[in-house]
């Protein structure tokens, strides 16, 4: 059989892409490192065009603009601020036809608020791996059917994972253990809630692995955990999996790993169409 297939455009005919402008929300550990990065320009195809933060910045790279003024010049909106600014904003992003990148994964533990993210556009929502890695291949596995069972066990100095929900005992024992002390058992659906800005990896392991009931939480605070840890370990019929990464944390904020930056870095290149990368 003969196919009648259309010729490919010459490539001189297509429309050169056009850069992204990128609005960053959160100008901390994770957000000061993208900004700056990009108004490098170590990102061809991405320019930085604003950043949003509810404290007032000085010396930034761009212009500081408020959420509705930045939907009406962006065309992607990169959150590296808080699970709070992903429920409040995520879905106006969405309609408003702007691209988002998610760092705070931890707010679509939320059915809800996930269900109403699918519906939204015409934006398209993409999530960072963040610190912790091997989600590409989880997610690929997912392909052969559901994996029977999934384990995330952090590690983390103790001062990062206080939470203001702790009863005194717990508050104390995080403040005097000399050993490492087991805070929270759970799975990915109710780990995040409590621990909103150092278990967004667990939320991020289960968008891989398209169940965050299946995924069992294990929160470790250790006075030694002079890096961060985190190990996946996972099975199926097709296969058993182990990822671990240990991290060096922020200096100025231990709760966040020193690599989350790049890890955003690196998702904004793949999604802005950067050539050369593993996807
Ligand atoms: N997926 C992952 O692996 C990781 C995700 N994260 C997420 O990224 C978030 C940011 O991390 P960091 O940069 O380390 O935090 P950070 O505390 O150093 O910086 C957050 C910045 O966002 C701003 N901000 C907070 N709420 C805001 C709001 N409602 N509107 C505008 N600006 C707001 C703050 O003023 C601050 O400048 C974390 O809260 C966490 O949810 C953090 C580490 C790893
Ligand atoms: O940076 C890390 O190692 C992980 C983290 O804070 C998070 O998952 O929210």
Redesign the pocket.
Known sequence: MTATLTPRPDASARPARPVRRIGLVGWGAIGRVVGTALAEGHIPGAELTCIIDNRPLVDAPAPQLSFEDALTVCDLIVEAAGQAVVREWAERVLNSGADLLIA???ALVDPELTGRLRAAGPGRVYFTG???GGLDLLQAVRGLGPLTSVTLT?T?LPA?LHQPWMDAELTERLRTTTEPVEVMRGTARDV?VK??????????VALATGDPALVQVVVVADPAATL?R?VIEAAGPHGTYRFEVA?R??EANP???Q??PHAVLRSLGAVVGRAGQIL
Not at 196 to 204: D, F, G, I, W, Y
């Open positions: 705070s994964t931890g963040g610190a912790v952090t983390k990062t995040p621990f909103p800005k150092s278990t967004n990896v667990a939320a991020s961060t985190h991290h944390p922020d709760a966040t790993s690599v989350v």
